[in-house]
């Protein structure tokens, strides 16, 4: 058996990653009901990868994630993250198409029963041309609204945590482990036929470039959606979704046959291995004939197998102004408030929540950085294409000192290291006694004002110096020069070190002093 030690390097070497971070993952132990996954803790580590930290994720003592850019804008692995938590013959599906295509990849199941289709290269690949490809072959795999890694095409120049990119979980953690690759003929792989296999597999540029998603041996609708045509082609699977299929059929009739589609619908239907009944198929006719109607691209199965690039490059595909809603680089700052970030023609948009909930207003954002809008969309289309968006979403913590709270924390601490250790200069600013700080609230407001901070409003520091700080407010006394009663705050000096993984409280207090 070959030493942990040098298995670990064998990993290192395969999976070259970020030079300045790597992630963890701890399981919680529950699993989430809204789309079967283990729940987990997941967190980034500022600290390069070793062949020491791949030892203790191969002997199961962490889990640990690799984030594919390793510059600016190289890689030399991708991945394909496929949720099949509900459907366990997926997997066996791509492993399937990997053999009879003879394709390149790499399947291992996940940390919660999904599959990650890896794609390994011998030398750096552009990420850009590696999104690409990766999002066509998981329309083929009929993943089409899978993740993809990297989701970025390149390391961002923010000065967040987001810059380094999204990070997938690695194989192999524990013996025995349920993050274990498949071979060609669907058998389990230990973690050296796994690297033996992935080596075997990797790809030059060249190689890489001549890769192409195999092409269907007759396409049903000519120049019509690749989702379509994947449909047809597994017809028989998709059964239950003859309506919506049929219906986005009727759309393209009206392009590619717009004097025929009637009579052309019900030759359609029949192709299905049960048909639609005739009077459901006129139904449709009649509704469709009424207006014009766009295809439902994130709706099942369509989205399964949504070629979005593709697409827009076929004569009656959805055109090259609809929204691609393949796109899978949303990701959300938990800023407070929150800002979004969306990759969109290399471009990248920063939304606030609004603007993402609202699709005018986020096509003014388009306009504003790329200089075109979409056409108009239905509320409802656009909830849809969120959907979409959010099931891939990466979430970013920023540092408790980068948030507004943190912020004011650092603000006060500043203001009271200057507090003077006469009770009597209440009056002209923080005083300390008895291992606490006094301040009247009219100074420090005065001070925040002079440092430029208006990240929260009134009510809102005034409720982190209530429930964060532990401020109390309080009469101090004046003897000199005359007796005096002011009304101040009180924060114990041990309140003004904080610990920033304590959870912070819900903040919506409007209870003035």
Excluded at 221 to 237: D, S
Excluded at 282 to 296: H, I, M
Excluded at 467 to 480: F, M, N, R, S, Y
């Amino acid at each position: 058996m070959i030493p942990v030690a040098d298995l670990a390097f064998k990993f290192y070497d395969l999976f070259v990653s970020n030079p300045s971070v790597h992630g963890q993952t701890s399981l919680t132990g529950k699993t989430r009901d809204r789309d079967g996954k283990q729940d987990s803790r997941s967190f980034l580590v500022k600290t390069p990868l070793t062949n020491e930290i791949w030892e203790e994720h191969l002997k199961g003592d962490k889990i640990i994630g690799c984030t594919p850019l390793i510059n600016e804008d190289r890689v030399r692995w991708g991945a394909l993250d496929v949720d099949v938590y509900q459907d366990t013959n997926t997997t066996e599906d791509i492993v399937a198409k990997v053999k009879a295509h003879n394709l390149p990849f790499v399947v291992c199941r996940s940390k919660s029963g999904g599959a990650h289709v890896y794609l390994f290269f011998t030398e750096e690949v552009s990420a850009a041309s590696v999104i690409d490809k990766l999002k066509s072959f998981s329309a083929f795999f009929g993943q089409g609204a899978c993740e993809i890694y990297p989701k970025q095409a390149k390391i961002s120049n923010r000065k967040d945590d987001s810059k380094y990119g999204n990070w997938i979980n690695m194989p192999y953690s524990g013996n025995p482990t349920l993050q274990y690759a498949f071979n060609d003929d669907g058998e389990f792989l230990d973690p050296l036929k796994f690297l033996e296999l992935a080596n075997q597999k990797r790809l030059s540029q060249e190689d890489f470039d001549n890769l192409e998603v195999p092409v269907l041996e007759t396409e049903e609708l000519p120049e019509g959606p690749p989702c379509l045509n994947y449909i047809f082609e597994n017809r028989t699977q998709h059964s239950e979704s003859r309506n919506i299929t049929l219906a986005n059929v009727a759309v393209y009739l009206k392009k590619a046959q717009p004097s025929d589609w009637k009579h052309l619908l019900p030759k359609y239907n029949k192709k299905f291995s049960e048909p639609l009944e005739d009077r459901e198929v006129e139904a449709l006719v009649s509704s469709y004939s009424k207006k014009d109607y766009k295809y439902q691209c994130s709706s099942q199965p369509m989205c399964k197998y949504c070629d979005a690039k593709l697409c827009g490059q076929r004569k009656h595909g959805i055109g090259g102004e609809e929204f691609l809603p393949n796109n899978r680089s949303l990701m959300q700052l938990k800023s407070d408030p929150p800002l979004w970030f969306l990759t969109l023609d290399d471009s990248e948009l920063q939304l606030t929540t609004e603007q993402f909930d609202n699709f005018n207003l986020f096509n003014q954002k388009v306009m504003e950085r790329l200089l075109f809008k979409y056409p108009p969309i239905k509320q409802e289309d656009w909830v849809k294409q969120q959907n979409l968006l959010l099931k891939n979403c990466t979430q970013i913590d920023i540092p408790f000192e980068m948030t507004p709270i943190g912020q004011l924390v650092e603000y006060v601490t500043m203001f009271c290291a200057s507090a003077s250790d006469n009770p009597n200069n209440i009056k002209n600013g923080p005083v300390k006694a008895n291992k606490s700080f006094y301040f009247r609230m009219v100074d420090l407001k005065d001070y925040l004002s002079q440092q430029r901070f208006k990240d929260l409003p009134d009510n809102r520091i005034l409720s982190v110096i209530k429930q964060v700080l532990k401020a109390d407010a309080v009469t101090h006394t004046i003897k000199e020069p005359v007796r005096l009663n002011v009304r101040c705050w009180r924060v114990h000096e041990t309140a003004l070190h904080m610990d920033p993984t304590i959870p912070m409280p819900n903040l919506n207090d409007q209870n003035q002093y």
